[in-house]
């Protein structure tokens, strides 16, 4: 009997402890936070930190807790205040000289800095000063006005700098900040969210300008123009650019360039000194619910084809005038500016696959894009910077079909900086050198070489396409002689 009576205590006892220890236990383990949320939030606190330390682009994550301060210290010592010295034109007047304020971000620990062209557009001389207050003088390595960017240079090592986000993985409602200087007030962070992406403002001008921006309500004023848009990674995912405004000041619309396409237009400064732009030979416009109806297609996400350019790419890949297309490599092009912005991500040459739809039915084509002039090769710029910086204008190859059809060998001007000596001849881009001081030439080169040793008088002869008459041109490479 004394036996039973003992298991029966033992029992309860032990069944008693097991009930306690296991309620003790589960406190302990919901404070020490691994219950299951908890234990999300600490992977992905970890994930965050893990990728500020690497400074590696999380090209496929969207934005991490709304917590700015990690983001902020990383891109303030990276964003830099840009003031330029701009010859302005004032008519009857003359030209005068007046001051330029901007921002500008730091690409590399060696000294290359993005801004906007229109910071520093017929600048003489230009200043950055960073977040520690050194001031460099820099230099322009190259400027592209159809997007409103352009690349600086200072001599300095070791400086902070920010790394490219994915700004195609960038989501409408995500946390983003602005960093710049407005209204001089240096290394200014303002917080908003993606409000849209693929914006037109017609800001740009000019037949091939690229407008696909990224639309917050970060707060951007003058100043803040070459900024950082970044987003709570640290990364930059866009190049603040324009306000939509009728005040002057910020309205709760603010506009960036896409990383994306920024971090192709610094390679191609960086690499030629000029952007190779690729295009694929056709006039384009939204569609709209009508039109899609009148096509069967399902909805109004494509980009009509109005004209197709003759010998261009579209042209060599069979489309026609009225095909929609609906995607370029596999990304859908819903709208006009999605589908520019693709396209001016890439070079003359590169294969792209295209989707579109013609009567009633999806097709499929490739296409080789190509330049301006409908050749596949991208054009090396083969004028040094000191030769055009110092003259104001640059030169490129003839491409062989150019050579072909005017029968002429030389080099052609493609740009005439406002301001300049060569400026004031009066001479256009588009001309086309072919001899120099008498010499006959047949490259850059060879042009390149002669001006560099004339001694001071250079006299150019040559030609503008479709008109017989020879165009002559004189300047002295130092005025005050």
Same mark, same amino acid.
């Given at each position: 009997?004394?036996?039973?009576?003992?298991?029966?205590?033992?029992?309860?006892?032990?069944?008693? /402890?097991?009930?306690? *220890?296991?309620?003790?236990?589960?406190?302990?383990? !919901?404070? #020490? &936070?691994?219950? @299951? %949320?908890? +234990? $999300?939030?600490?992977?992905?606190?970890?994930?965050?930190?893990?990728?500020?330390?690497?400074?590696?682009?999380?090209?496929?994550?969207?934005?991490?807790?709304?917590?700015?301060?990690?983001?902020?210290?990383?891109?303030?010592?990276?964003?830099?205040?840009?003031?330029?010295?701009?010859? /302005?034109?004032?008519? *009857?007047?003359?030209?005068?000289?007046?001051?330029? !304020?901007? #921002? &500008?971000?730091? @690409? %590399?620990? +060696? $000294?290359?800095?993005?801004?906007?062209?229109?910071?520093?557009?017929?600048?003489?001389?230009?200043?950055?000063?960073?977040?520690?207050?050194?001031?460099?003088?820099?230099?322009?390595?190259?400027?592209?006005?159809?997007?409103?960017?352009?690349?600086?240079?200072?001599?300095?090592?070791?400086?902070?700098?920010?790394?490219?986000?994915?700004?195609?993985?960038?989501?409408?409602?995500?946390?983003?900040?602005?960093?710049?200087?407005?209204?001089?007030?240096?290394?200014?962070?303002?917080?908003?969210?993606?409000?849209?992406?693929?914006?037109?403002?017609?800001?740009?001008?000019?037949?091939?300008?690229?407008?696909?921006?990224?639309?917050?309500?970060?707060?951007?004023?003058?100043?803040?123009?070459?900024?950082?848009?970044?987003?709570?990674?640290?990364?930059?995912?866009?190049?603040?650019?324009?306000?939509?405004?009728?005040?002057?000041?910020?309205?709760?619309?603010?506009?960036?360039?896409?990383?994306?396409?920024?971090?192709?237009?610094?390679?191609?400064?960086?690499?030629?000194?000029?952007?190779?732009?690729?295009?694929?030979?056709?006039?384009?416009?939204?569609?709209?619910?009508?039109?899609?109806?009148?096509?069967?297609?399902?909805?109004?996400?494509?980009?009509?084809?109005?004209?197709?350019?003759?010998?261009?790419?579209?042209?060599?890949?069979?489309?026609?005038?009225?095909?929609?297309?609906?995607?370029?490599?596999?990304?859908?092009?819903?709208?006009?500016?999605?589908?520019?912005?693709?396209?001016?991500?890439?070079?003359?040459?590169?294969?792209?696959?295209?989707?579109?739809?013609?009567?009633?039915?999806?097709?499929?084509?490739?296409?080789?894009?190509?330049?301006?002039?409908?050749?596949?090769?991208?054009?090396?710029?083969?004028?040094?910077?000191?030769?055009?910086?110092?003259?104001?204008?640059?030169?490129?190859?003839?491409?062989?079909?150019?050579?072909?059809?005017?029968?002429?060998?030389?080099?052609?001007?493609?740009?005439?900086?406002?301001?300049?000596?060569?400026?004031?001849?009066?001479?256009?881009?588009?001309?086309?050198?072919?001899?120099?001081?008498?010499?006959?030439?047949?490259?850059?080169?060879?042009?390149?070489?002669?001006?560099?040793?004339?001694?001071?008088?250079?006299?150019?002869?040559?030609?503008?396409?479709?008109?017989?008459?020879?165009?002559?041109?004189?300047?002295?490479?130092?005025?005050?002689?």
């Amino acid at each position: 009997m004394r036996t039973v009576v003992q298991m029966i205590v033992v029992g309860l006892l032990s069944a008693w /402890a097991a009930v306690f *220890l296991y309620r003790y236990g589960e406190q302990k383990h !919901s404070q #020490s &936070g691994w219950d @299951l %949320s908890q +234990d $999300g939030e600490v992977r992905y606190a970890r994930l965050v930190e893990k990728l500020f330390s690497a400074r590696s682009s999380a090209s496929m994550l969207s934005a991490a807790p709304t917590s700015f301060t990690a983001a902020a210290e990383i891109s303030t010592p990276a964003v830099v205040n840009v003031r330029a010295l701009i010859e /302005a034109d004032r008519g *009857l007047w003359g030209r005068a000289l007046t001051n330029s !304020s901007g #921002s &500008g971000v730091i @690409l %590399s620990p +060696d $000294g290359y800095i993005a801004t906007n062209h229109h910071v520093i557009e017929n600048s003489r001389d230009i200043k950055v000063t960073l977040a520690d207050k050194r001031v460099f003088s820099a230099r322009l390595v190259g400027s592209d006005p159809s997007t409103d960017i352009a690349l600086l240079k200072i001599e300095a090592v070791e400086l902070p700098f920010l790394v490219f986000g994915n700004s195609d993985s960038v989501r409408v409602g995500e946390w983003v900040l602005a960093v710049g200087n407005p209204f001089n007030l240096e290394s200014t962070v303002t917080a908003g969210i993606v409000s849209a992406k693929g914006r037109n403002i017609n800001i740009l001008g000019g037949a091939t300008s690229i407008e696909s921006f990224i639309q917050t309500d970060a707060a951007v004023n003058p100043g803040n123009s070459g900024g950082a848009l970044v987003n709570t990674f640290g990364e930059l995912i866009g190049i603040n650019t324009a306000i939509v405004t009728e005040s002057g000041s910020y309205e709760g619309y603010s506009f960036a360039v896409p990383s994306n396409l920024v971090q192709k237009v610094v390679r191609d400064l960086r690499e030629f000194g000029e952007v190779h732009r690729a295009f694929l030979g056709v006039s384009i416009e939204d569609l709209d619910s009508e039109i899609a109806r009148d096509l069967g297609l399902p909805n109004a996400d494509g980009v009509r084809i109005t004209r197709v350019s003759a010998n261009g790419a579209a042209a060599d890949a069979g489309l026609q005038p009225g095909d929609v297309i609906l995607s370029i490599n596999s990304i859908p092009t819903r709208r006009t500016p999605e589908l520019q912005e693709y396209i001016g991500r890439m070079r003359p040459g590169e294969r792209v696959a295209i989707e579109y739809w013609r009567h009633g039915i999806r097709r499929r084509a490739d296409a080789v894009l190509k330049d301006r002039n409908n050749s596949t090769a991208s054009i090396p710029r083969a004028t040094g910077l000191e030769f055009s910086e110092d003259l104001g204008f640059e030169l490129r190859e003839l491409t062989p079909d150019e050579k072909r059809r005017m029968r002429i060998k030389g080099a052609m001007v493609v740009s005439v900086r406002k301001g300049s000596i060569v400026y004031d001849t009066n001479m256009v881009p588009g001309y086309i050198i072919t001899s120099v001081n008498g010499n006959r030439i047949s490259n850059v080169a060879e042009a390149v070489d002669c001006i560099r040793n004339a001694y001071n008088l250079v006299v150019l002869d040559g030609y503008y396409e479709g008109e017989p008459d020879l165009y002559s041109y004189r300047f002295r490479k130092d005025a005050s002689k």
